[in-house]
């Protein structure tokens, strides 16, 4: 059983939009910047089941500016993340997009660099 699917055994989610609250215009506006869109495109085409950290993505930034980008994504309710320890992992919240804007994960996913 993958440990997303355990769910018992899970830090809870860091706080995040409800499905009925997500917003079409915060999505876009939070997946205008290239490298939000890279980071959800990254998770939804190479991540396997389970939440992946800032650090499994080797982007060569600044930990504040991912810190603000991850946050973004969270807030805009693209991302979940969950607090492990000292460090937060991210996966995205297919389901819950999916239901709300049918398509859009598969655009992102599509989206050539």
Known sequence: MSPRAAGADLPAPLPEPAVENLRLETVFGALSDPLRLEIVRRLLLESEDFDHTCGWFGFDRPKSSLTHHFRALRDAGLLRQRQYGLERRSHVRVDDLNARF??????????KP
Request: hydrophobic residues 70%.
């Open 102 to 111: 049918p398509g859009l994960l598969d655009l992102v996913a599509a989206w």
